[in-house]
């Protein structure tokens, strides 16, 4: 027996009425997550600075994320204290990061030291090309000027950036990427010779 009209109308509106109850109390739950964020953003980049460190992950990063996920709870008003709630994420946040990232540290460290192992068991001839090829750049690297030999050891061999480069150098930035580039155009044309 089909539902008469009027009884379809009623479930209709409930429906709706339901919808719009959703819809406002996620509403009212955005404006306590930007009113909480503007209030303790910072307080809580301190906390978790203080907690774990500078990073990695830095704790701004984790701030952001612990308030995205507090932006895609379904329900904050449930919550009877937001700002404890808030800082419980972002605790489980940080500690979440550091495993991962000591887990991905872990296997990068394997997957180094299986390629070392694996380095001492590669034909002779593959080594004896490496080797021919690190003679290359060495003597590429004496051929040079001495700042730019310098430039190039500080940003490849110690990992430091150009800007820091620049700095222990005392010359600018553009001119610490000059040299790199003329290196690099140096030992690539050796190399390829």
Aim: glycine share 4%; net charge positive; aromatic share 6%.
């Amino acid at each position: 027996m089909p539902a008469s009209p009027r009884s379809s109308r009623v479930s209709s509106d409930a429906r709706n009425q339901e919808k719009c109850a959703t819809t406002s109390q996620k509403d009212e739950s955005e404006v306590n997550v930007h009113r909480l964020y503007n209030e303790c953003f910072k307080q809580l980049v301190g906390f978790l600075r203080a907690k774990f460190g500078i990073g990695p992950p830095p704790p701004e990063d984790i701030a952001q994320s612990a308030f995205e996920k507090l932006l895609n709870t379904s329900d904050l008003t449930e919550a009877k204290n937001p700002k404890a709630y808030l800082w419980r994420v972002a605790c489980n946040l940080a500690i979440s990061e550091r495993r991962h990232l000591s887990v991905v540290q872990n296997h990068q460290q394997k997957t180094v030291e299986s390629g070392l192992q694996q380095g001492y068991q590669q034909p002779p001839e593959n080594v004896l090309t490496t080797r021919a090829e690190i003679e290359l750049v060495y003597e590429v690297l004496l051929s040079m000027p001495p700042q730019r030999r310098k430039a190039f050891m500080l940003v490849r061999i110690d990992g430091l950036n150009q800007s820091e480069t620049a700095a222990k150098m005392g010359i600018s930035r553009p001119a610490v990427t000059k040299h790199l580039a003329k290196a690099m155009e140096s030992i690539v044309e050796r190399l390829g010779s």
